[in-house]
C-alpha cells in the first residue's frame, strides 16, 4: 500500500491551518447568538426551537473546530504548535461555558403547565425527547449563576487529565530494552503488547519490569492526578445532588446504579471458568505458577501470525460480510477516502480509538504493528466508525451522538464477527486452538479485566467520598488485592503489577470501562444472530446503528434484542466464555 495512504486525510475536514482559523473565529458569534435568547426561553414555542437550533449551531462547530485540533495533536503530541491549538480550544471554550450555563435552569424554571403545552406543540415535536431528558435531570440542574461559576472552571478542572495525557503519552521514557533476538528496541506504549506477545518468557519480563519501574518513579505524581480527577466527579456529585459519582454518571444514560453493579456481581459468580483458563493457561506453559506477564502470549507462539495492514483490511472485509453489501460499501470508504492513522511512531498518542465529529469522516487511529491483536483492533475501531457513519447519515445532529453506554457493542460485535471468520476458515488445527486463545484472551480481557477495573473504580470513588485520601500506597495495595482476587491461585503476580492503575486512560472517563464488559456480553449475542441469516435480526442490528440518541440506551438495545437491564447478557457471555475455554482443552489434548 502506497504510504500515503497509511495516514488519515484531515483535510477533508480542513484544507489547512487558515481555514481552521476562519471557522475558530466564529465560535463566539455563535455563542453570542445562543445567548441572546437568554430570558425569551418561556416566550412560545417557536422561540424555545429558535434557542435550541443556535445551541446547535454552537456545538456542532465547536465539535468540527475541535476534532481537528485534536486529531492533529494525537498525531504528535511533542509538537507544541499542535498542543497549543488544542489549549487554545479548551481555553475558548471555558471562557464561552458562561454563555451557556443559562439555558438548563431557564427551561427548568419555565412552570410544569407551561411546559407541558409546549411539549405538546407542533414547533418543539422534533425536541420533545430531548426536552425530556433534560427535565428529567430538573433535581440536579443548578441556579444560573451556579452553572455559570461551574462552566467557568472547567478547564481548570480538567487539568488533572491533560496532566496524565501528557505524563504518559509524550514525556514519559521507557528507553530501551532486548527483544527475543537480543536486539535493543525502544519500548513504547505502541509495541508493548508486542513484547507482552513473545514467546519468550525472559523478553517479556524484562519489558514488563522496565515499563512498570518507570511508572513506579512517578508513582506519586501519578496517584495525584488521579486523586484529583476522581475528588473532581465526587465534587460534582455532590454539587448537583446525586447520592454519588457513581450515581452522576450513569445518570446522563438513564442507567441504574444496579446495572453495574449486578455486572461485578455476576463476574464474581463467574471466576470459576477463568480460573479454569489459568490454569490450562499454566499447564500448557509448563509453569509452576502463572506471572502476570504470562497473560498475553499466545498459548502456541510457533502459530503466531503476522499480517500487512492490507491482509488486515481484506480480513476485516471479509468477516463483515455477514452485515450485507450496503455495509461492506460504506466500509469500503475508510480505506478509499483515508480515515486511517495506521503507523506508530514516536510522539503519536499510544492506543486506538474512533474519533471524528458530525462533519468529518468517523476517523480512526491506530498504532499498527503487525500482530493479529491489531487485526482485531481495526476491526473494533471500524465498528465505532461505521455506527458512526450510519448514525450521523440517519439522525438530525441534535440527536446522532450516540451513548457511551453503546459505543461498545457495534466495535465488540465486529470484533466477534472477525474470529468466527477466522475460525472458520482456519484448516491448521494448531491455528484453531490459537485463535481459541485468543477470544478467550479477548473475553477475560473485554468482560473479567474490564469488570476488575470498574470495580476498582467504584472502590476509588467510594473511598474518596469517605474522605480517603487516593495516595499511591493505597492505590497500589487497593489494585493488587483485586488482581489477585479476579486472577485467582494459579496466579501468583509480580509486584510491579500493583501499579498498573498508573498507565490506563480510562481510569479519567469517570465510570466508562464496565461498558466494555456489558458491550461485549450484547456483541455475543448479537454475532451470533447476523451469522444466523436471520434477516429480521440483521435489520434490528441496522436500527441499533442508525438510532444514535434518538431513545434511552436501554431501549435501543432491547429494540436490538438485547435486554441489558438484567443480568443475563453477562451471565450468557460468562456461559459462552466457559464454552471456549472447553473446546481449547480439547483442541490442545487438556
Known amino acids: 500500500m502506497d504510504t500515503s495512504q497509511m495516514t488519515w486525510d484531515l483535510e477533508a475536514l480542513y484544507p489547512d491551518a487558515e481555514a481552521w482559523e476562519r471557522d475558530f473565529e466564529r465560535i463566539p458569534g455563535l455563542a453570542e447568538k445562543f445567548a441572546s435568547f437568554r430570558g425569551r426561553l418561556g416566550e412560545s414555542p417557536a422561540v424555545l426551537r429558535q434557542a435550541i437550533e443556535a445551541s446547535d449551531a454552537f456545538d456542532r462547530l465547536s465539535e468540527k473546530v475541535y476534532s481537528y485540533a485534536h486529531l492533529r495533536s494525537d498525531e504528535n503530541t511533542a509538537d507544541n504548535a499542535n498542543r497549543a491549538r488544542v489549549d487554545r480550544v479548551q481555553s475558548r471554550f471555558a471562557e464561552l461555558a458562561p454563555l451557556e450555563t443559562w439555558f438548563d435552569p431557564e427551561i427548568m424554571a419555565i412552570p410544569e403547565e407551561r411546559m407541558n403545552a409546549f411539549l405538546a406543540s ?5 425536541y420533545r425527547r430531548s426536552l425530556e431528558e433534560l427535565l428529567r ?50 519500548l513504547t506504549h505502541g509495541n508493548f503488547r508486542r513484547f507482552l506477545e513473545s514467546g519468550d518468557r525472559a523478553t517479556r519480563k524484562r519489558a514488563f519490569r522496565r515499563l512498570y519501574k518507570c511508572y513506579g518513579k512517578l508513582r506519586n505524581t501519578f496517584a495525584s492526578t488521579l486523586d484529583a480527577t476522581v475528588k473532581r466527579h465526587a465534587a460534582q456529585a455532590r454539587i448537583r445532588h446525586y447520592d454519588s459519582s457513581l ?78 453489501e450496503d455495509y461492506a460499501q460504506k466500509l469500503s470508504l475508510a480505506f478509499t477516502q483515508r480515515w486511517i492513522d495506521v503507523p506508530a511512531r514516536k510522539g503519536k498518542r499510544s492506543g486506538a480509538y474512533s474519533g471524528g465529529c458530525y462533519d468529518s469522516y468517523p476517523y480512526v487511529l491506530l498504532n499498527y504493528d503487525s500482530t493479529l491483536n491489531d487485526v482485531f483492533t481495526l476491526a473494533h475501531e471500524l465498528g465505532h466508525s461505521m455506527h458512526s457513519f450510519y448514525s450521523n447519515s440517519s439522525q438530525e445532529y441534535h440527536y446522532a451522538d450516540y451513548e457511551i453506554f453503546v459505543a461498545e457493542v457495534a466495535s465488540t460485535t465486529n470484533e466477534i464477527l472477525l474470529f468466527e471468520y477466522l475460525l472458520e476458515n482456519a484448516s491448521d488445527p494448531g491455528f484453531r486452538a490459537f485463535l481459541l486463545g485468543h477470544l478467550a484472551d479477548e473475553i477475560r480481557g473485554t468482560i473479567y479485566r474490564q469488570t476488575m477495573f470498574s470495580e476498582f473504580e467504584l472502590d476509588m470513588h467510594e473511598a474518596s467520598e469517605k474522605g480517603t485520601p487516593l495516595s499511591a500506597d493505597w492505590l497500589s495495595e487497593r489494585y493488587f488485592e483485586l488482581n489477585k482476587l479476579y486472577y485467582g491461585p494459579e496466579v501468583e503476580p509480580d509486584p510491579l503489577i500493583s501499579l498498573e492503575w498508573a498507565r490506563i486512560p480510562h481510569f479519567y472517563y469517570d465510570f466508562y470501562v464496565y461498558k466494555y464488559a456489558t458491550g ?47 443480568p443475563e447478557p453477562v451471565g450468557d457471555a460468562l456461559d459462552y466464555f466457559a464454552g471456549i475455554v472447553g473446546r481449547l482443552r480439547r483442541e490442545l489434548g487438556k
Not at 489459568?278 to 503466531?304: H, S
Request: net charge negative; aromatic share 8%; charged share 30%.
Open 122 to 126: 407542533p414547533e418543539l415535536a422534533f
Open 247 to 324: 450515581a452522576a454518571a450513569l445518570s446522563g444514560d438513564n442507567v441504574p446504579e444496579q446495572v453495574y453493579r449486578n455486572l461485578i456481581s455476576a463476574v464474581h459468580g463467574g471466576f470459576g471458568p477463568f480460573y479454569d483458563y489459568m490454569k490450562l493457561r499454566r499447564e500448557v506453559m509448563g509453569l509452576d505458577k502463572l506471572d502476570m506477564y504470562d497473560m498475553y502470549n499466545p498459548l502456541l507462539p510457533a502459530c503466531r501470525r503476522e499480517y500487512s495492514f492490507a491482509e488486515a483490511e481484506r480480513l476485516v472485509k471479509a468477516a463483515l460480510a455477514p452485515l450485507g
Open 137 to 186: 435531570e430538573r433535581p440536579h440542574t443548578l441556579s444560573e449563576p451556579e452553572e455559570r461559576l461551574l462552566g467557568s472552571l472547567s478547564d481548570v478542572m480538567g487539568a488533572p487529565d491533560r496532566t496524565f495525557e501528557m505524563l504518559n503519552d509524550a514525556d514519559l521514557d521507557f528507553g530501551r530494552v532486548k527483544d527475543e533476538k537480543g536486539r535493543s528496541v525502544v
Open 520 to 566: 461485549m456480553s450484547a456483541a455475543l449475542k448479537l454475532a451470533a444472530g447476523l451469522r444466523s441469516g436471520d434477516a429480521a435480526g440483521r435489520e434490528a442490528y441496522f436500527g441499533f446503528l442508525r438510532a444514535g440518541d434518538s431513545k434511552d440506551v436501554l431501549d435501543i438495545m432491547r429494540d436490538a434484542g438485547v435486554d441489558l437491564a438484567t
